[in-house]
């Protein structure tokens, strides 16, 4: 019996890793099936703003802005490919709790797709990596993308 994914998450972040894991998830939603949900995910984290002393509000207003741009070219490159359950949301707090947690209760998702992280060594032990803390922690399947859409190792890898 093979797993027919219904409710794929995708979280994204503007990186070539999460677009990578999106065009992936295109894929495997088209394969799945035409009444396939393919949720596209970005999340503020305002934890970021919490340290700044001059914040005000347009800095995150700007952020939601320039991702809703991306989302928006997302949603239209997976209607080009043939899929008509596709959507996103934005959502603000913390990614790790939001992307394993809270967003795939809400909207019931079997699967997330999510791009290897590109965070350095230094960074990974002080902050952890959202990918691996989604990995251990996920309500659902996690499906970690670490190859092109040929299946080859991607340029892009930190070494």
């Known amino acids: 019996m093979?797993?027919?994914?219904?409710?794929?998450?995708v979280p994204v972040d503007g990186s070539k890793e999460a677009e990578l894991a999106f065009k992936k998830a295109?894929?495997?939603?088209?394969?799945?099936?035409?009444?396939?949900e393919l949720q596209l995910l970005h999340v503020v984290?305002?934890?970021a703003f919490q340290n700044v002393s001059s914040f005000d509000s347009s800095m995150v207003e700007q952020v939601?802005?320039?991702?809703?741009?991306?989302?928006?070219?997302?949603?239209d490159y997976a209607k080009k490919q043939g899929l008509?359950?596709?959507?996103?949301t934005i959502e603000y707090g913390a990614p790790k709790t939001l992307i394993s947690r809270e967003v795939p209760e809400k909207m019931h998702a079997d699967?997330?797709?999510i791009g290897a992280t590109g965070l350095n060594?230094?960074?990974?032990?002080?902050?952890?990596?959202v990918t691996e803390y989604v990995t251990r922690m996920a309500i659902c399947d996690v499906l970690v993308v670490r190859t092109d859409l040929d299946n080859q190792p991607t340029s892009f890898?930190?070494?």
Request: proline share 0%; hydrophobic share 35%.
């Open 2 to 9: 093979t797993q027919q994914y219904q409710h794929i998450l």
């Open 26 to 36: 295109v894929a495997v939603a088209l394969r799945n099936g035409a009444d396939t």
């Open 45 to 47: 984290d305002t934890r």
């Open 64 to 75: 939601t802005k320039t991702a809703k741009q991306t989302l928006d070219q997302y949603v």
């Open 84 to 88: 008509t359950n596709v959507s996103y």
């Open 111 to 113: 699967l997330i797709m």
């Open 121 to 129: 060594a230094v960074e990974r032990i002080l902050i952890g990596s």
């Open 157 to 159: 890898k930190k070494h």
